[in-house]
C-alpha cells in the first residue's frame, strides 16, 4: 500500500490528515503511545491490555511496512527490515515481559520519528 493510498484510508474515516508525509509522523507517534500503554500494562502486571496494545503498536508497524515504496531502493530495503525486526522485538518483549526490548523499540521509533520530521517538516 503506498502512502497515498494510506491517507485515503484515513482521510474516508475522518482522520482528516493533510499529506502522507503527515500520516507517515502520525504512524510514528502511535507506535510510541501504544508502546507506552504497553509498558504500563507490563508493570501493572495485566497480560489482557499488554496484548491488545501491542497488537495495536504491531498494527500500526505493519502499515508501515506496507506503506513502504519498494522502487526506492537501498532506503525501502533499509525500513523494511528494520520494520520486521522491531515488529520481531516488540513481539519478543511482550511474550517475556521485557521492558529493555520494549524501550528498543520505542528508542528506534522516536529517532525515526524525529528524523522524519526534519526530513519532511511535518509540524503538528
Known amino acids: ?63 508501515l511496512v506496507n506503506c513502504i515504496d519498494m522502487s526506492q531502493g537501498e532506503v525501502s530495503e533499509y525500513l523494511y527490515g528494520l520494520y520486521n525486526y522491531e515488529i520481531n522485538l516488540l513481539t519478543l518483549a511482550s511474550l517475556d515481559n521485557d521492558t529493555d526490548k520494549l524501550d528498543e523499540v520505542s528508542n528506534v521509533f522516536k529517532g525515526l520519528s524525529e528524523a522524519w520530521r526534519e526530513t519532511t517538516h511535518v509540524d503538528y
Open 1 to 63: 500500500m503506498s502512502p497515498n493510498t494510506a491517507h485515503n484510508i484515513y482521510a474516508q474515516n475522518n482522520v482528516g490528515i493533510e499529506s502522507p508525509a503527515k500520516l507517515v509522523s502520525m504512524l510514528y507517534e502511535g507506535v510510541l503511545r501504544f508502546n507506552a500503554q504497553v509498558k504500563k500494562a507490563m508493570k501493572d502486571s495485566n497480560t489482557e491490555k499488554k496484548v491488545y496494545w501491542t497488537n495495536r503498536s504491531i498494527a500500526v508497524i505493519t502499515e
